[in-house]
């Protein structure tokens, strides 16, 4: 399998822009994850889904931010408009619904927002 | 809400030297997991303890949940090199599966 994979790598964008961050996760796996990474605040969840579903968005910090999963192999992160403060690492991760649960991160996409 | 704080923040050793990361819960854990994420890399899962003062080894990294089921730690043996990075441990929110990430320890080793 080739784990999950999230794109682009690499995100320049302008202060007022609209972000999308895309996600596919592994094969088979029921949940997916999306987090944020900055030196400040370390490594936050943002939201994630059980099947496609979303279960808990409680880490969202704004209307700005939305997320989707219309099917099971994809997902997207939403930033619109995006401000320098979200400048940081986002990752996505998945897991299966049994023990360890152990989750599987992808590379991660880095925003800059000027 | 629940916080999971980790210290110390950075550690430095010589290579060789052991290394220990300790990980504390402001709640009762069912679970603990820990993660190790390599300079500009992703977490990567290392291992999960269940049991109230459960012991695991994997080689030179020994992970241990206290019996509180509030605490955890990571000890390395004899640091190499290949051991740099920034080890995270994680817990369960009550009755979900939202795991909070700790604050993660930065090892670094000098050779």
């Known amino acids: 399998d080739a784990g999950v994979i999230q794109s682009p790598r690499h995100e320049v964008t302008e202060m007022g822009q609209e972000v999308t961050l895309r996600c596919k996760p592994i094969s088979g796996h029921d949940y997916l994850f999306w987090y944020r990474q900055t030196m400040m605040r370390g490594l936050e969840l943002l939201i994630y889904f059980n099947n496609n579903v979303p279960i808990d968005d409680s880490g969202m910090p704004e209307d700005r931010f939305s997320a989707k999963m219309p099917n099971a192999s994809f997902s997207t992160l939403k930033i619109q408009p995006s401000e320098p403060r979200d400048s940081a690492v986002y990752f996505c991760?998945?897991?299966?619904?049994?023990?360890?649960?152990?989750?599987?991160f992808g590379p991660g996409t880095r925003l800059t927002v000027t | 809400g629940q916080q999971v704080m980790q210290i110390p923040q950075y550690q430095h050793v010589q290579e060789g030297e052991d290394f220990t990361t300790y990980c504390n819960s402001s709640?009762?854990?069912?679970?603990i997991q820990w993660y190790k994420q390599r300079p500009g890399g992703h977490p990567v899962f290392l291992i999960q303890?269940?049991?109230?003062?459960e012991v695991k080894k994997q080689k030179r990294l020994t992970f241990q949940f206290g019996e509180a089921k509030k605490n955890s730690s990571l000890h390395i043996t004899a640091t190499q090199t290949t051991d740099v990075g920034t080890y995270f441990c994680?817990?369960?929110?009550?009755?979900?599966?939202?795991?909070?990430f700790g604050t993660g320890t930065r090892l670094k080793v000098l050779a």
């Open positions: 709640t009762t854990l069912s679970n």
């Open positions: 991760a998945s897991s299966l619904d049994r023990a360890p649960y152990e989750q599987y």
């Open positions: 994680a817990g369960p929110d009550s009755g979900t599966y939202k795991y909070i």
């Open positions: 303890l269940v049991k109230s003062g």
